[in-house]
């Protein structure tokens, strides 16, 4: 596991490539929050344009909790099938809306706790929401961020979610807020799952991967 110093030198390199003020504007709000939060349970595996075209079917007939849980079961997984698993996501979706309306009034949660209490919504799922809907300053641990993470020594964990928890402690506060995005950027262009670009990463020297983290003294 990397060091304070070396996690700290990590986000100054990052920031220093693409300041935080450049990542800021990348935080999109959709039209309503319960939009937001079903889009994000349908991205789950799915690729973005998969996800889109889900979306548009279903909010062209339903995008409220009340009016998706009129709709049949068959109908609902018709319109969301672009984005894979529909069957599960139907499911899971006509239950977070049950729970919403029974203990929120409709209303989406703003904290992780209660939405991680909400039906198919998990850590990663909480946390893309706090960060781009709710605006907090959450990483949500993609498989980007996983990987990048794990190789780097920021954290490491058998599931997302231990990452995640890691993650919330071990990245000094005043880097928090442009994480994501640039542990998301980094697993893309450079620390990729195959054939990861070592030779041009401005990493490579606190790398744990490589075998030479900076240590504490």
């Keep these: 596991m990397l060091s304070e110093t070396a996690v700290e030198e990590v986000f ?13 504007p990348e935080v999109k709000v959709k039209d309503t929050v319960f939009k937001s939060l079903v889009s994000v349970m349908l991205s789950a595996q799915s690729r973005d344009a998969n996800t889109a075209k889900a979306t548009r079917k279903l ?16 109908c609902l997984q018709g319109l969301i099938k672009d984005a894979g698993l529909y069957r ?13 309306l029974a203990g929120h009034a409709g209303v989406v949660p703003s904290s992780r706790e209660e939405l991680m209490r909400l039906p198919g919504v998990g850590r990663k799922s909480a946390d893309i929401m706090l960060r781009f809907v709710f605006g907090e300053a959450a990483v949500a641990v993609d498989t980007h961020v996983f990987r ?17 928890r890691q993650l919330e402690h071990r990245i000094p506060p005043r880097w928090r807020w442009g994480a994501h995005i640039w542990l998301l950027e980094h697993g893309k262009e450079l ?14 020297d ?6 030479v983290a900076l240590r504490d003294a």
């Design 59 to 74: 909010f062209a007939v339903a995008e409220t909790p009340e009016a998706i849980l009129a709709l049949s079961d068959e």
């Design 206 to 211: 606190l790398c744990e991967r490589n075998g």
């Design 191 to 204: 620390c990729r799952s195959r054939r990861p670009r070592c030779e041009a990463c401005f990493l490579a």
């Design 12 to 24: 100054r390199r990052f920031c220093e490539r693409k300041p935080e003020q450049d990542v800021i």
């Design 148 to 164: 990048v993470s794990s190789r780097l020594g920021l954290a490491h964990g058998k599931v997302e979610a231990q990452v995640a």
């Design 88 to 100: 599960m996501k139907a499911r899971n979706i006509k239950r977070m809306c049950e729970a919403l």
